[in-house]
């Protein structure tokens, strides 16, 4: 059994799958980053607020320490166990999805039109090469025998 899984750990497809992942992953906090520290700012700027992810509605007033009272920081909220509606995170995480997915739409899209045009070349290419090579005794031979029997009367 440790040989079976080590031959599979070791196929092509799963090596390619695992840096694909460590890939996305880094790409992933790219792409959180720039959402987050770029573009969320000004989205929240044009709402009025500077930290869009703080947007939240607090659910149970009494749960907040009293400490806490009155206060506008989602982290130390949450830290404490409040229970909030945390829709401004929700807002920059779905702002982070639309981004990825454009992202990953765009390379699929660049990446299936270099395909077709490699494939569209490489039947130039076959085309070209079956034109250049002229045709063999054998080939000759074949076409003259189809061409007479087709003059023949069928019985």
Known sequence: ???EFKAFVMRGNVLDLAVAVIIGAAFGRIV???TEDVLMPV?????GGLDFSGYFLVLSPEKVPAALRGSTDYAALKKAGVPLLGYGEFITQAVN????????FMLLRTVNRLM???????ANKDEAAAAAVPDSAEVLLLREIRDELKTRPRA
């Open 32 to 34: 959180t980053s720039l």
């Open 97 to 104: 999805f639309v981004i990825v997915a454009f992202i990953i």
């Open 1 to 3: 059994m440790l040989k």
């Open 43 to 47: 989205i929240g700027r044009i709402f």
């Open 116 to 122: 077709a045009l490699a494939a569209h070349e490489q």
